[in-house]
C-alpha cells in the first residue's frame, strides 16, 4: 500500500509549519517538521563542542540523534528543547549543517521513516524533490522576504524571544541564499509543485489550496 504523502517546500518562515500542522489536522495524517531535525542536529554540536564544518563528526551525531517528540514538546539527550531549536541562532546554525552532504544523508532514513499510515505532511526544503520525490501532492510555499520576516517577528514574540524586524529581514535573505545556492538539495520547487505565494493570503486560504491540491491528486490515482 503507498502511503499518501503532501510534501510542503519553502522558504523560511513562509508559514510551511502552520499549514502543515493544520493540513495533517484536517486529514488525521502525522507530520514532519524536517527542519527540526536540522535543528537538533545543529544544537546537538554545539552542546557537544563539535565544529559545525566538521562535515563527518556532525553527520555521525545526527545518525545517531538522541531526540524524542512528544505531544508540542521536543526533547534532546534528556533535555527539553522545544524553544532552544527555534531561536534565530539555532536556524542558522541548522542552515550550516544542512549544507553539508553527509549530515542529508544521515537524515534521510529518519525522515522516510515517517510515512506511516494514514499519510504524512512533510514540511522542509527538499520534501518533493530528494526525501519523498513519490509524493501525491507537492507544495512550495513562498511570500515575500518583508511579510516573511514579519511573520518570524511575530512568532517569535509570541514565544517569548526577543527579536528585531531589520535584523531578520536581512537574516532571511542570507538563509535564502545559502539554502538555495547549496550544491546538494538546493531550496527549488520540485517540477511537479504547485507554486504558491502567500503573500497575500491568510493561513485558512493557504490550507484550502493545499486540501485541493491533494484532492484533485486523490482523484486523478
Ligand atoms: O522555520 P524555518 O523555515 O526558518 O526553518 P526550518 O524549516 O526549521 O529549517 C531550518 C534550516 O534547516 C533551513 O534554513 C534549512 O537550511 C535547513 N533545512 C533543510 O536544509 N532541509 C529541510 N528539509 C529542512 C530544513
Known sequence: MTIPVIAIDGPSASGKGTIAEKV???L??????????YRLT???AIRL??????EISVASLAATLPAEFRTGEVWLAGENVTRAIRTEDAGEAASKVAAL???RKALLARQRAYAEAPGLVADGRDMGTVVFPEAQTKVFLTASPEARA?????QLIEKGNSANLA??????RAR?????????????????????????LNIDQVVEAVLKSYRTSQNLK
Request: no cysteine; glycine share 4%; net charge negative.
Open 49 to 54: 563542542g563539535v565544529r559545525l564544518t566538521d
Open 167 to 172: 535584523a531578520l529581514v536581512q537574516d532571511m
Open 101 to 103: 552532504p553527509a549530515v
Open 28 to 37: 488525521g495524517f502525522n507530520v514532519l517538521d524536517s527542519g527540526a531535525l
Open 24 to 26: 495533517a489536522e484536517k
Open 42 to 44: 545543529a544544537l546537538h
Open 150 to 154: 514579519e511573520r518570524r517577528y511575530k
Open 176 to 200: 535564502d541564499e545559502r539554502d538555495t545556492q547549496r550544491a546538494v538539495a538546493p531550496l527549488k520547487p520540485a517540477p511537479d509543485a504547485l507554486v504558491l505565494d502567500s503573500t497575500q
